[in-house]
């Protein structure tokens, strides 16, 4: 289960988590981008893919969609929180409703889907949630504002669920990529080899959820070769 699956890092993890066998679910805003990637992925894998169109900055969206994923066949082994929206600027001059739209997607959405699911991965006996946080849930830059508070806050909440769930036997783990090549990045002047590839990032989210039950990766760090941008 993901959100923001049709683009960037979370159409990466989608790929490689049905390369693996797994069905998916996947949420996104556009719907007929979600239609595209369930033709794709069903096509490609041979794999179930369950699609809904979702505004994660919505709580009645969310919840619906929480309650959709519910009503599947089927159990959450895998939660991956991973919409988020970025909007530039400085905490002293950004426009207005920044911080709300930011906390809103990147905070809110996470909770809220995470609150809706979490009774059913608990009685499960077992689960993994990621949450899509960003090396500027550690690192605040000029240019950052309201987006480092939402993934400062994010990283948080991460922190509190992998304390409340371990003896769930529920792994938690927060990922903190830093500048990964997608659609937001298109039309950069730097080149495109000088950032990370989504697909790394898929690989080591898939990396941290084959770890023996033994063992769980709280935090995954990554930024490009050469440092940050």
């Not at 390369?19 to 679910?25: A, L």
């Not at 600027?89 to 997607?105: F, P, R, S, V, Y």
Request: aromatic share 8%; with cysteine.
């Amino acid at each position: 289960m993901i959100t923001g699956g049709t683009k960037g890092i979370g159409r990466a993890i989608v790929h490689r988590f049905a390369q693996e066998g797994f069905d998916i679910v996947a949420s996104a805003r556009g719907g007929a981008d979600l239609l595209i990637l369930k033709e794709l992925i069903e096509e490609q894998y041979k794999v179930k893919v369950h699609v809904s169109p979702t505004d994660m900055s919505d709580k009645d969206e969310v919840i619906a969609f929480g309650t959709f994923i519910r009503n599947l066949s089927g159990q959450v082994e895998v939660l991956v929180n991973n919409a988020g929206v970025f909007i530039p600027g400085q905490i002293i001059d950004e426009k207005d409703n920044a911080l709300e739209q930011m906390i809103e997607t990147n905070l809110y959405g996470a909770y809220h889907l995470t609150r809706v699911l979490i009774d059913d991965i608990i009685s499960n006996g077992r689960g993994h949630i990621f949450n899509m946080c960003s090396t500027a849930s550690i690192m605040p830059y000029e240019n950052g504002g309201s987006y480092c508070i939402s993934k400062y806050a994010l990283l948080g909440m991460t922190k509190v669920l992998r304390e409340e769930l371990k003896s769930h036997n529920i792994k938690v783990t927060a990922i903190l990529p830093g500048a990964t090549y997608t659609a937001s990045w298109e039309g950069s002047d730097l080149p495109e080899e000088r950032f990370m590839k989504a697909d790394d990032v898929a690989s080591a989210v898939w990396g941290a959820y084959a770890m023996s039950d033994s063992t769980v990766i709280e935090e995954i760090l990554m930024r490009p070769q050469l440092g940050d941008i």
